[in-house]
């Protein structure tokens, strides 16, 4: 019997790992294929180099990389000093500090930079609020706010990292190298930063690839200055006419190739630098003076940051989405809230774009849920095929999202006469189950590694057969990972902008597509009002996720 279980278990791991090649390895394949493929299905390598070479695509692989370096050094400067605070000083008790910190990466960056735009631009909420300052506003119209608008962004990313392992690091080690001779700066510069290099590592990776990968704000803000990069350049050559499938191929293949070695970089490093930290024994947390010059300053330096990554971009975007007439405006009387009730009564368009987004946010979250549920519970305890598996659905995760895109339009094209649903609704349902599949996969997995197998062992003992002990035990132990994993995918897909941007059928509008859409052509304060309902929507999403997390972390204590 268990022979032809571990059968039935190989051949459902078969059929798995093959959907996943065509569905998820294919489209990626493609995009290197094409890259030096021409369309009449002859080897080209040369006009994959034309492509790199050409002087236009030359400066945005150079605007890329240039972006990503300064991007990570801005985020480091934030990251390093609101880490300390947050681990070594008595800020460190305010949780909900953690808390706040991740909402500038929970905000769609499109909306973040419209917000800064909308403030500092000419005749802005800045130059209204301090009209002696003249023209001094629109020199934030420049690489520097590009690149600050990002860190803004994925500075959180910096932070966490640093701050956990800051948390790690024995206090013993501190005052060894005190009892030693060893100065204030000398410790930081020989004891801790040397301990921090592995994670720093990882955070620079993080922040590098996502400023590469990132499309909303260089779309929005970086256009605005002319400043164009690999998210840009392969949108533009795969949406505008003539479209040329071969350019935005070679594009993504030199940006997936930059990504990939900086995962190799960044491993080199971590293992190099990577210390046990954490064992057996207890530990001493290593504080600074906890006096109130040192609580102070850190408030002010938090509340600093706040301001810049919040406070500015959410004070535009909501006062514009209540400004009756722009020509006049933050002057008394000139508020109204009819941008918002005209979102749901006389703009049919926003509403259709409304009821796409949240039906592919329900159907795309629940098929990723459904088939990350399946693919842990298949390879659960499985040796044999379980890291083909586990590395296919984790792929997405691993490459930026447009040059997914990219592969699934390309491959999906090529066999529309065998099965065409590319340019419709359903071909986006397929991208984004497919995008966002590692979220349930990796939330699912973390709820089933928690799990006792004595369980499983009685279920089976008492003559339970694999349908009966997922039914009756596994799956109501990972029913709240599932919904988890849901809620995440359902938040990022109903305002996600880049794949909604290049897939979206003709005249179909979603959230994001909308809101850019009004922006760019003028109704400002419609497009806000319906970015502050986005922006709602999610945040009341992400808000009872965390508190499902919480449940689930305490009920496992």
């Known amino acids: 019997m268990n022979i032809n279980a571990n059968k039935k278990k190989n051949a459902a791991c078969l059929s798995l790992a093959a959907i996943l090649f065509i569905f998820i390895v294919v489209p990626v394949i493609t995009v290197f294929i094409r890259a030096v493929v021409n369309e009449d299905g002859c080897l080209n390598f040369s006009s994959a180099v034309n492509t790199i070479a050409n002087s236009e695509n030359m400066q945005t692989i150079i605007n890329s990389l ?47 930079s419209m917000g800064w ?43 966490t990292i640093l701050k956990n392992a800051l948390l790690n690091i024995d206090n013993s080690l501190n005052e060894s190298a005190a009892v030693c001779g060893g100065g204030f700066f000398y410790r930081l510069r020989r004891v801790t930063l040397a301990l921090l290099k592995g994670n720093y590592a990882i955070g620079v990776l993080l922040v590098f690839v996502k400023t590469l990968s990132e499309y909303g704000t260089p779309a929005t803000f970086g256009r605005k200055i002319g400043f164009y990069v690999f998210t840009t350049d392969i949108h533009r050559y795969a949406t505008t006419a003539p479209i040329d499938f071969g350019k935005s191929a070679g594009l993504s293949s030199v940006l997936v190739t930059i990504c990939m070695a900086m995962w190799l970089v960044q491993s080199y490093i971590t293992n190099k630098n990577t210390y046990n930290l954490v064992g057996g024994k207890g530990r001493k947390n290593f504080s600074v003076s906890n006096g109130f010059r040192v609580e102070l300053l850190g408030g002010v330096y938090i509340g600093l940051i706040l301001f810049l990554a919040i406070g500015i971009p959410y004070f535009a975007v909501i006062v514009t989405s209540l400004i009756k007439l722009r020509g006049y405006g933050m002057t008394a009387g000139n508020y109204t809230l009819a941008h918002y009730s005209l979102l749901f009564t006389e703009n ?74 590319y340019n419709t609704i359903w071909f986006m349902v397929l991208v984004f189950t497919m995008m966002f599949l590692p979220y349930s996969v990796q939330y699912v997995s973390s709820a089933i590694m928690q799990m006792n197998d004595n369980l499983i062992q009685a279920a089976r003992v008492s003559g339970g057969d694999s349908l009966y002990i997922f ?73 009872a996720l965390n508190q499902l997390t919480s449940r689930k972390k305490g009920a496992t204590h």
Request: hydrophobic share 55%.
């Open 348 to 421: 049919p368009k926003a509403v259709n774009a409304m009821g796409t987004s949240f039906f592919l946010a329900v159907i795309s979250a629940t098929l990723a849920s459904v088939l990350g549920t399946l693919t842990v519970a298949v390879t659960h305890k499985m040796k044999r095929f379980k890291k083909i598996i586990m590395a296919q659905t984790l792929l997405p995760e691993m490459l930026p999202n447009i040059v997914l895109v990219i592969g699934f339009m390309i491959f999906w094209n090529k066999l529309y006469k065998i099965l065409p649903i």
């Open 66 to 112: 240039l972006l990503g370096t300064v991007v990570v050094i801005i985020s480091s400067i934030i990251a390093f000093p609101l880490a300390f605070f947050l681990a070594k000083t008595r800020l460190a008790r305010h949780k909900w500090l953690d808390i706040v910190l991740m909402i500038p990466f929970m905000t769609p960056p499109y909306i973040s």
């Open 117 to 159: 735009i909308l403030f500092m631009q000419k005749k802005g909420l800045f130059q209204q609020l301090f009209p002696s300052t003249g023209d001094f506003s629109q020199g934030f119209f420049s690489f520097f706010g590009l690149a600050l608008i990002m860190s803004l962004h994925v500075f959180p990313f910096m932070t």
């Open 471 to 543: 039914r009756r035990i596994t799956f109501p132990l990972i029913l709240k990972g599932m919904v988890s994993g849901w809620m995440m995918i359902f938040i990022i897909v109903f305002r996600e902008l880049v794949a909604s941007s290049l897939i979206a059928p003709p005249d179909t509008l979603t959230v994001s597509t909308f809101i850019v859409r009004e922006f760019e052509q003028g109704s400002v304060s419609t497009g806000m009002a319906m970015a502050v309902i986005c922006v709602l929507l999610t945040t009341t999403a992400l808000i």
